[in-house]
């Protein structure tokens, strides 16, 4: 069974902190997405990466695959980074499975 | 691009009340996908379709459900008869696959609530 394990479930962090969120998942994911969902409840694509590393604003993304690790890091974090954050594996086919998700908040 | 569409954005009905869930993909996407999210058990994928071709299905509750697509730029999720556990949110999402896999995009999500 592909499963998809993040780490930790609940963080806090105090404003301009670095933030790292892991993701360990099992064999047969292809490629990681991950997600952000706001209080507000809409869901945003983030990333999608099956090998390296991706960047966008204060957001990275890396994936390792011989480990079978993803991590997303935000730099310089601010209050509005606060959401919940889900790490998705696609298995081949495009199905998805699904971590449990991270609920950040980021204090001021 | 307006992004995926859902329609209605919240819905309240009663028990055994059939519910129609619309969604309109971006255009030019080839792939669509219908969640569920709960509290108990987040986000769920119910089924999800390729060219209009219903692919995976094993996601969808029961025979209570059914999804169509009978165009690339429309699809329903339906709930007859619907309960109490049903409720809530559903999203769809679209993605234009690059290879097996392409990043998807997310509708607003419709919030189901069955009394």
């Known amino acids: 069974k592909n499963e998809v394990e993040q780490s930790p479930q609940n963080l806090t962090a105090q404003e301009g902190e670095f933030i790292t969120i892991n993701c360990s998942y099992s064999?047969?994911?292809?490629?990681l997405h991950w997600l952000q969902q706001h209080p507000g409840g809409g869901i945003v694509s983030l990333f999608m990466?099956?090998?390296g590393k991706k960047k966008h604003g204060r957001l990275i993304a890396t994936i390792n695959i011989q480990e079978k690790h993803s991590s997303l890091h935000i730099t310089a974090s601010h209050p509005r980074d606060s959401a919940v954050y889900i790490c998705?594996?696609?298995?081949?086919?495009?199905?998805?499975?699904f971590g449990a998700g991270t609920i950040l908040r980021v204090k001021s | 691009d307006a992004g995926v569409i859902q329609s209605p954005r919240h819905e309240v009905t009663e028990m055994g009340q059939e519910v129609t869930l619309r969604c309109k993909p971006i255009?030019?996407?080839?792939?669509l996908f219908w969640y569920r999210q709960t509290m108990m058990r987040g986000l769920e994928l119910l089924i999800y379709?390729?060219?209009?071709?219903?692919?995976?299905d094993s996601g969808m509750p029961e025979d209570r459900f059914s999804a169509k697509m009978p165009n690339a730029s429309f699809s329903t999720l339906k709930i007859q008869p619907s309960e109490p556990r049903d409720s809530a949110v559903y999203f769809c999402?679209?993605?234009?696959?690059?290879?097996?896999?392409?990043?998807?995009?997310f509708g607003p999500g419709t919030r189901l609530t069955v009394l």
């Open positions: 990466l099956s090998s």
């Open positions: 999402a679209s993605s234009f696959p690059a290879g097996d896999v392409g990043e998807q995009f």
């Open positions: 255009s030019g996407h080839n792939s």
């Open positions: 064999v047969g994911i292809s490629a």
């Open positions: 998705v594996g696609a298995e081949y086919g495009n199905k998805l499975v």
């Open positions: 379709f390729n060219n209009n071709v219903p692919i995976d």
